[in-house]
């Protein structure tokens, strides 16, 4: 079974292809499309959220992280998502895909596993 992902505009469709097309020259793990394009719930003006799964050291992190920054500003396709309303843009995140619980008590708010996007 083929899942196809269905974008709320030809802009997020084009910036996604563009960000697999980046990441498949990359040494990265896996590139997961998140939050509400990912559930088909996003409306022509939301985010396109992506999260980046990476192993690699972080001298090799901090090359991929750069060249992603470089393309990132230097491509039409992410500026024309932009221009769809205030919170059209890409939100890429990347992540070894560990987590590390951390001691907290009642009293401290929500902890970072919290506050982190879910795809539900």
Known sequence: MQVEAIYPSV????????????????????????????????????CLDISILYSLDEARMFHVKHSWEQF??????????????????????FTDGCFQPQDWGWTGGPDNFEEEKSPY
Request: net charge negative.
């Open 11 to 46: 802009e997020h469709r084009r910036a996604a292809e563009a960000i697999a097309d980046f990441f498949s020259g990359q040494d990265i793990d896996a590139a997961l499309l998140t939050c509400s394009c990912a559930r088909g719930k996003a409306s022509r003006g939301s």
């Open 72 to 93: 990132h500003e230097s491509q039409e396709v992410f500026q024309k998502l932009g221009m769809l309303g205030k919170y059209s843009h890409v939100d890429l995140d």
